[in-house]
């Protein structure tokens, strides 16, 4: 009786039940690469896939474009993050950011750095910087990953290199003012609720020694030491204007894939510092053989998997995001209310702005309804964004939050826990904004 009302129960539930059960399952096994995928199997079982469409479902993201490139993406962060701690650049870097700003604010201000690169899984990159501002290790392990995830996530709402933000452009039709409109506020909202509830408890005292360095100490030596990153952001842009240019000329080229700019440009900037500051065999062969290269690679890959069982038909011939709002509007919960759930559940399912945006946003927009004003948009599409945001930070298939907390040792459940609070922060945020919006515009 028990396993048929299991087998019976609302998507809502099945979703939710998978990923509490990652949650618990790694806070009892400390295997995170297990939990992601038993958590995927379970998923799919529950929701009716058959062994072998999920071993099909399993081979074919595996071997897509998409994913190998995502895949090598990460390893490409992960190899030129160990690049430049080896040849010195990095510690450099954290010395001269720590000579001009607090550890406090160095510790936000190093992953909000990396957050204008649109690389998945870049809080890993960002990790070692933020670990190098505290080699005393005064702040808890489990506020440092907080700190790292929160921050290196804090541009997300409106930097238009990011593909959530121009995906949303796309659905909503809007121009880069009204997206800045959007986003900007629910950024501020971010990094105030990261200073206050996730920055002030980290140990700072007013006597910690700045670093004493040599060098070019200004602002312009600090540049030099970002020309890797500077050149991944420049190769990124370069190619996505290209692109659009070429293609508004020539309508049959093909699409462009997302992560190959992002794949450009890190084999540049490892290019670029290879020159710079060149490393030698075996250095190399520490950088590119790293088993937590491959450690890390398989736990992208299970969680891309996982995503992959939420995006599929199931055998009912229904999808798990569409059956997830009509259950939602069965259970007479008004409009409003679904505009915020239902891309908060879908960014905790899928862990990437892009997943909750493209599986929620046109629902959203239908249920706004046809030929809204600007201001009701406007309003409206807060919400949605907003929770779906925060519901992202939260997710436990979320790369960036499963990376932060492999690099850190701590678990991925109470890192969750301890990040409620400024998540609430942001909510209340949004919920007033869309308030004012509705009022201000309407």
Same mark, same amino acid.
């Given at each position: 009786?028990?396993?048929?009302?299991?087998?019976?129960?609302?998507?809502?539930?099945?979703?939710?039940? %998978?990923?509490?059960?990652?949650?618990?399952?790694?806070?009892?096994?400390?295997?995170?690469?297990?939990?992601?995928?038993?958590?995927?199997?379970?998923?799919?079982?529950?929701?009716?896939?058959?062994?072998?469409?999920?071993?099909?479902?399993?081979?074919?993201?595996?071997?897509?474009?998409?994913?190998?490139?995502?895949?090598?993406?990460?390893?490409?962060?992960?190899?030129?993050?160990?690049?430049?701690?080896?040849?010195?650049?990095?510690?450099?870097?954290?010395?001269?950011?720590?000579?001009?700003?607090?550890?406090?604010?160095?510790?936000?201000?190093?992953?909000?750095?990396?957050?204008?690169?649109?690389?998945?899984?870049?809080?890993?990159? #960002?990790?070692?910087?933020?670990?190098?501002?505290?080699?005393?290790?005064?702040?808890?392990?489990?506020?440092?990953?907080? %700190?790292?995830?929160?921050?290196?996530?804090?541009?997300?709402?409106?930097?238009?290199?990011?593909?959530?933000?121009?995906?949303?452009?796309?659905?909503?039709?809007?121009?880069?003012?009204?997206?800045?409109?959007?986003?900007?506020?629910?950024?501020?909202?971010?990094?105030?609720?990261?200073?206050?509830?996730?920055?002030?408890?980290?140990?700072?005292?007013?006597?910690?020694?700045?670093?004493?360095?040599?060098?070019?100490?200004?602002?312009?030596?600090?540049?030099?030491?970002?020309?890797?990153?500077?050149?991944?952001?420049? %190769?990124?842009?370069?190619?996505?204007?290209?692109?659009?240019?070429?293609?508004?000329?020539?309508?049959?080229?093909?699409?462009?894939?997302?992560?190959?700019?992002?794949?450009? $440009?890190?084999?540049?900037?490892?290019?670029?510092?290879?020159?710079?500051?060149?490393?030698?065999?075996?250095?190399?062969?520490?950088?590119?053989? #790293?088993?937590?290269?491959?450690?890390?690679?398989?736990?992208?890959?299970?969680?891309?998997?996982?995503?992959?069982?939420?995006?599929?038909?199931?055998?009912?011939?229904?999808?798990?995001?569409?059956?997830?709002?009509?259950?939602?509007?069965?259970?007479?919960?008004?409009?409003?209310?679904?505009?915020?759930?239902?891309?908060?559940?879908?960014?905790?399912?899928?862990?990437?702005?892009?997943?909750?945006?493209?599986?929620?946003?046109?629902?959203?927009?239908?249920?706004? $309804?046809?030929?809204?004003?600007?201001?009701?948009?406007?309003?409206?599409?807060?919400?949605?964004?907003?929770?779906?945001?925060?519901?992202?930070?939260? #997710?436990?298939?979320?790369?960036?939050?499963?990376?932060?907390?492999?690099?850190?040792? %701590?678990?991925?459940?109470?890192?969750?826990?301890?990040?409620?609070?400024?998540?609430?922060?942001?909510?209340?945020?949004?919920?007033?904004?869309?308030?004012?919006?509705?009022?201000?515009?309407?």
């Amino acid at each position: 009786m028990f396993i048929e009302y299991l087998l019976q129960a609302p998507v809502v539930v099945k979703v939710l039940g %998978t990923l509490s059960f990652i949650l618990i399952l790694n806070a009892l096994s400390k295997k995170l690469l297990l939990s992601l995928v038993c958590g995927a199997a379970m998923l799919a079982l529950w929701t009716g896939q058959e062994p072998g469409a999920m071993a099909e479902i399993s081979f074919h993201r595996s071997i897509s474009l998409n994913n190998i490139l995502l895949l090598l993406t990460v390893c490409q962060v992960m190899w030129l993050s160990r690049q430049m701690q080896i040849s010195g650049v990095m510690d450099e870097l954290v010395g001269r950011v720590r000579q001009k700003i607090s550890k406090r604010g160095a510790m936000a201000a190093l992953p909000a750095l990396i957050g204008f690169l649109p690389m998945p899984g870049g809080a890993l990159f #960002s990790a070692p910087m933020l670990d190098s501002c505290d080699p005393e290790n005064h702040a808890d392990a489990s506020i440092k990953a907080r %700190t790292n995830h929160w921050f290196r996530h804090v541009w997300e709402c409106w930097w238009p290199m990011f593909p959530g933000v121009l995906l949303t452009m796309e659905l909503t039709g809007f121009d880069v003012p009204q997206m800045l409109m959007l986003g900007l506020p629910i950024s501020l909202a971010a990094i105030l609720a990261g200073y206050l509830l996730l920055l002030r408890r980290i140990p700072d005292p007013s006597g910690d020694p700045r670093p004493t360095l040599h060098g070019d100490t200004s602002y312009f030596g600090v540049l030099k030491l970002l020309k890797p990153i500077i050149v991944v952001i420049i %190769t990124y842009a370069a190619i996505r204007t290209g692109h659009a240019i070429a293609r508004g000329h020539f309508t049959a080229l093909p699409g462009l894939n997302r992560y190959l700019p992002m794949n450009v $440009g890190l084999f540049l900037a490892m290019a670029v510092l290879q020159v710079e500051r060149p490393l030698r065999g075996n250095d190399w062969k520490e950088v590119l053989l #790293s088993r937590q290269v491959l450690n890390m690679a398989l736990i992208v890959l299970a969680v891309r998997i996982y995503g992959a069982f939420i995006e599929a038909e199931t055998p009912g011939g229904y999808d798990l995001v569409e059956q997830m709002r009509s259950e939602l509007s069965n259970w007479g919960i008004p409009v409003r209310a679904v505009i915020m759930i239902l891309p908060f559940i879908t960014g905790l399912a899928t862990g990437m702005a892009v997943g909750y945006i493209g599986a929620s946003f046109p629902i959203v927009l239908h249920l706004i $309804g046809a030929d809204p004003s600007f201001g009701e948009m406007l309003s409206m599409t807060v919400l949605a964004y907003g929770f779906g945001y925060m519901g992202f930070f939260l #997710s436990p298939v979320h790369v960036c939050l499963v990376v932060t907390c492999k690099h850190f040792d %701590t678990p991925v459940l109470r890192n969750i826990l301890g990040l409620l609070p400024p998540v609430l922060f942001v909510l209340l945020s949004v919920v007033a904004m869309s308030l004012l919006w509705g009022v201000v515009l309407t």
